[in-house]
Nanobody
Framework: VQLQASGGGLVQAGGSLRLSCAAS????????MGWFRQAPGKEREFVAG????????NYADSVKGRFAISRDNAKSTVYLQMNSLKPEDTAVYYC??????????????WGQGTQVTVSS
């Protein structure tokens, strides 16, 4: 499976962005998916996860209430809607997949990142 993330960019604090992660090579319908981010000088951190059907999601405390993960299995695409963005959300965002249906603690494959920059 190959993942292609897109939708990053430069936005002012308080603004919104929607990231997309499109899969090629196979369908994602039986895989859990997630979003991670890595800011300069920091370790990569979990942002959000979603199970195979979209019926279960979880979020890092730092983004709860502001970010929403969703998926469209027919399009083999996962989304991350980011609202009320803060400068501390600035990072490279990565999507990842796991070959299980429930949200895992470890992911099996990764896409390339997309840069999100939030100006104050």
């Amino acid at each position: 499976v190959q993942l292609q993330a897109s939708g990053g960019g430069l936005v002012q604090a308080g603004g919104s962005l929607r990231l997309s992660c499109a899969a090629s090579g196979r369908t994602l319908s039986s895989h859990a998916m997630g979003w991670f981010r890595q800011a300069p000088g920091k370790e990569r951190e979990f942002v959000a996860g979603i199970n195979w059907s979209g019926g279960s999601t979880n979020y890092a405390d730092s983004v709860k209430g502001r970010f929403a993960i969703s998926r469209d299995n027919a399009k083999s695409t996962v989304y991350l809607q980011m609202n009320s963005l803060k400068p501390e959300d600035t990072a490279v965002y990565y999507c990842a997949g796991a070959r299980i249906t429930t949200i895992p603690t470890r992911y099996d494959y990764w896409g390339q990142g997309t840069q999100v920059t939030v100006s104050s």
